[in-house]
């Protein structure tokens, strides 16, 4: 199929990337999986829709970067500091064990030894774009097992970086006559250069320069796609990768009051842009070179898929994290990624690989990002069923995990699960009341927000049911989830009903009060087991009616009790 002009060409490919996208939604598939199936469908092997390759390359890169930018937006530079010895040794561990592993394993399969060190590499790299796009789409990018796959993933592009640096500097592909310690040496200097500009654009210029740009929105948000698409167009200039400067150019700006306001505009152009990541990456697989590959991609891709998380546990366990943090932390690694696939391509270029060898790295690429992609979406019950089988990857003691938490000391009427804004404004109404309050959150800077304002909390997970069972029920009054919904699952799955239903097998017998944000949802939450449903923006509406009338000395006559008078501080 031809096109007269690229702008029909990717109008088709719009639309049918929405009639894939709509199918998916019917069966009740992930949309990285629809989008990936619409780019392998509409490619040159069958309908032949994606011609003008360049461009949507060039829109896929546009895309990552957006990504990578916002998330560095959100990076709390402290939280760096305290996650950085996890991140480093799991990273190390993760590459060193599954290149060690696969090596050896292409070797059983007869490949010769230079392909299966070629192999083994690509296999370890997992996929950033592709992580953070399921743990930001589930609200997970922030929670402790969401920094630690970040951090690590930071680790695997350094990894990246060296490969590279290395293989051009033993001559591989290349004509330079630098030896490894010169080309190391000049790696090493540009990216302390590229740091120090970096650190210094966000001591001296980042805050004045976005605050004089704020007084027009739409300005604000252009200088910030520019910069991030700058930076990362000069990392990869200096052979450093794209996502890596992209990542930066966001934690420059940062530590900027305007960072919330940037990250929500730039969210739905990020997502519009990164479906043409998923187009492109999808189109570019040669199904005829995997035909044969069956096998040994099934072999490889149960090692991907088994054998990476299992490093990651056995790691984090090692060094005191719980195996909740560890599982989830560990299932984000249970793919290849999009750089493997360029590996691959480049092992061919050089004459090394064999087109078989680059469609058995395809066919495992493509195995292994559908198959963790539900392994993400669905990480909670599918802990729930392995947790029993999972208590070896933890330590007595998870002491690195214990150091977030506060010593709870006074007596608690109240625990408030998500300090959010409108948890942490319950919590704070109802201490003002003298209720003595509680507060959980899974992400450790709310918690450690929470603590610096002297107010007590834990940092846990409202879905892990050993921490439920921690918890000093036996005298507490209320429970109240501020919990926000997770994206793609549906009403009967949020995880809200899955935590009354374990507050209640926990034998708790106080009073639960749940948030919705629909009023449709109020039945349901009651007969799952809530004795209360706030609505956020219904109540926020009825107190704002209140003050009103108040003003007009026409205020109803209605009793509030505490727990409510906390909800509309």
Same mark, same amino acid.
Request: charged residues 15%.
């Given at each position: 199929?031809?096109?007269?002009?690229?702008?029909?060409?990717?109008?088709?490919?719009?639309?049918?990337?929405?009639?894939?996208?709509?199918?998916?939604?019917?069966?009740?598939?992930?949309?990285?999986?629809? @989008?990936?199936?619409?780019?392998?469908?509409?490619?040159?092997?069958?309908?032949?829709?994606?011609?003008?390759?360049?461009?949507?390359?060039?829109?896929?890169?546009?895309?990552?970067?957006?990504?990578?930018?916002?998330?560095?937006?959100?990076?709390?530079?402290?939280?760096?500091?305290?996650?950085?010895?996890?991140?480093?040794?799991?990273?190390?561990?993760?590459?060193?064990?599954?290149?060690?592993?696969?090596?050896?394993?292409?070797?059983?399969?007869?490949?010769?030894?230079?392909?299966?060190?070629?192999?083994?590499?690509?296999?370890?790299?997992?996929?950033?774009?592709?992580?953070?796009?399921?743990?930001?789409?589930?609200?997970?990018?922030?929670?402790?097992?969401?920094?630690?796959?970040?951090? @690590?993933?930071?680790?695997?592009?350094?990894?990246?970086?060296?490969?590279?640096?290395?293989?051009?500097?033993?001559?591989?592909?290349?004509?330079?006559?630098?030896?490894?310690?010169?080309?190391?040496?000049?790696?090493?200097?540009?990216?302390?250069?590229?740091?120090?500009?970096?650190?210094?654009?966000?001591?001296?210029?980042?805050?004045?320069?976005?605050?004089?740009?704020?007084?027009?929105?739409?300005?604000?948000?252009? @200088?910030?796609?520019?910069?991030?698409?700058?930076?990362?167009?000069?990392?990869?200039?200096?052979?450093?990768?794209?996502?890596?400067?992209?990542?930066?150019?966001?934690?420059?700006?940062?530590?900027?009051?305007?960072?919330?306001?940037?990250?929500?505009?730039?969210?739905?152009?990020?997502?519009?842009?990164?479906?043409?990541?998923?187009?492109?990456?999808?189109?570019?697989?040669?199904?005829?070179?995997?035909?044969?590959?069956?096998?040994?991609?099934?072999?490889?891709?149960?090692?991907?898929?088994?054998?990476?998380?299992?490093?990651?546990?056995?790691?984090?366990?090692?060094?005191?994290?719980?195996?909740?943090?560890? @599982?989830?932390?560990?299932?984000?690694?249970?793919?290849?990624?999009?750089?493997?696939?360029?590996?691959?391509?480049?092992?061919?270029?050089?004459?090394?690989?064999?087109?078989?060898?680059?469609?058995?790295?395809?066919?495992?690429?493509?195995?292994?990002?559908?198959?963790?992609?539900?392994?993400?979406?669905?990480?909670?019950?599918?802990?729930?069923?392995?947790?029993?089988?999972?208590?070896?990857?933890?330590?007595?003691?998870?002491?690195?995990?214990?150091?977030?938490?506060?010593?709870?000391?006074?007596?608690?009427?109240?625990?408030?699960?998500?300090?959010?804004?409108?948890?942490?404004?319950?919590?704070?109404?109802?201490?003002?009341?003298?209720?003595?309050?509680?507060?959980?959150?899974?992400?450790?800077?709310?918690?450690?927000?929470?603590?610096?304002?002297?107010?007590?909390?834990?940092?846990?997970?409202?879905?892990?049911?050993?921490?439920?069972?921690?918890?000093?029920?036996?005298?507490?009054?209320?429970?109240?989830?501020?919990?926000?919904?997770?994206?793609?699952?549906?009403?009967?799955?949020?995880?809200?009903?899955?935590?009354?239903?374990?507050?209640?097998?926990?034998?708790?017998?106080?009073?639960?009060?749940?948030?919705?944000?629909?009023?449709?949802?109020?039945?349901?939450?009651?007969?799952?087991?809530?004795?209360?449903?706030?609505?956020?923006?219904?109540?926020?509406?009825?107190?704002?009616?209140?003050?009103?009338?108040?003003?007009?000395?026409?205020?109803?006559?209605?009793?509030?009790?505490?727990?409510?008078?906390?909800?509309?501080?």
């Amino acid at each position: 199929m031809t096109f007269d002009t690229i702008f029909i060409e990717l109008s088709a490919v719009l639309l049918f990337s929405v009639a894939v996208g709509a199918v998916g939604l019917v069966l009740r598939q992930p949309l990285i999986v629809s @989008f990936l199936a619409a780019g392998i469908i509409a490619g040159p092997d069958l309908l032949g829709l994606v011609q003008s390759r360049d461009e949507m390359h060039l829109l896929a890169q546009f895309g990552v970067a957006l990504l990578l930018f916002v998330v560095g937006l959100k990076l709390d530079l402290g939280l760096v500091r305290s996650i950085g010895k996890v991140a480093l040794v799991t990273g190390l561990g993760q590459v060193i064990f599954t290149s060690v592993v696969g090596f050896f394993l292409c070797l059983v399969m007869g490949i010769s030894p230079l392909a299966s060190l070629y192999v083994a590499v690509a296999l370890t790299f997992s996929s950033t774009i592709i992580i953070v796009k399921l743990l930001s789409d589930k609200g997970e990018i922030d929670a402790l097992h969401g920094r630690v796959a970040l951090g @690590f993933l930071i680790v695997q592009d350094v990894v990246v970086v060296l490969v590279m640096i290395v293989l051009s500097s033993l001559d591989i592909g290349s004509q330079s006559s630098e030896s490894p310690l010169v080309g190391l040496a000049l790696m090493v200097f540009k990216g302390a250069a590229l740091l120090a500009v970096l650190a210094a654009f966000t001591k001296w210029v980042a805050t004045p320069l976005t605050r004089r740009l704020a007084g027009s929105p739409e300005l604000l948000v252009l @200088f910030s796609v520019a910069w991030a698409v700058a930076v990362a167009a000069i990392s990869e200039h200096m052979n450093f990768s794209m996502e890596m400067g992209a990542f930066l150019a966001g934690v420059t700006l940062a530590s900027t009051t305007y960072r919330e306001v940037v990250a929500a505009r730039l969210v739905s152009l990020r997502d519009f842009l990164l479906l043409f990541f998923f187009i492109d990456m999808g189109s570019r697989m040669d199904l005829g070179a995997i035909s044969g590959q069956v096998i040994p991609a099934i072999w490889l891709s149960l090692f991907v898929l088994i054998g990476n998380p299992l490093i990651v546990m056995v790691i984090m366990g090692v060094m005191g994290y719980r195996k909740r943090t560890g @599982f989830l932390a560990g299932l984000t690694v249970a793919q290849i990624s999009e750089f493997s696939l360029i590996f691959a391509a480049l092992g061919l270029s050089l004459g090394h690989l064999t087109p078989e060898h680059v469609g058995l790295v395809t066919l495992v690429g493509l195995i292994t990002i559908g198959m963790s992609t539900y392994m993400i979406l669905y990480s909670g019950p599918i802990y729930k069923v392995m947790e029993p089988w999972l208590g070896i990857f933890e330590r007595k003691s998870a002491d690195q995990e214990d150091k977030l938490e506060s010593p709870v000391s006074e007596k608690t009427d109240v625990i408030i699960f998500g300090l959010g804004r409108y948890g942490s404004n319950i919590g704070r109404g109802l201490r003002q009341q003298e209720v003595g309050v509680l507060g959980v959150d899974f992400d450790p800077e709310a918690v450690a927000s929470w603590n610096r304002q002297g107010h007590p909390a834990l940092f846990g997970d409202a879905g892990d049911p050993e921490f439920l069972s921690s918890l000093p029920l036996a005298d507490v009054q209320w429970i109240v989830a501020a919990i926000p919904p997770t994206a793609n699952l549906t009403t009967a799955a949020q995880p809200v009903y899955a935590f009354v239903r374990a507050l209640r097998e926990q034998g708790y017998q106080g009073k639960i009060a749940v948030t919705a944000h629909m009023a449709g949802e109020v039945p349901d939450l009651r007969k799952a087991g809530a004795d209360l449903v706030l609505l956020p923006f219904s109540d926020a509406a009825h107190h704002a009616v209140d003050r009103l009338l108040a003003s007009t000395e026409k205020t109803p006559d209605r009793a509030a009790s505490p727990l409510e008078q906390g909800a509309t501080v």
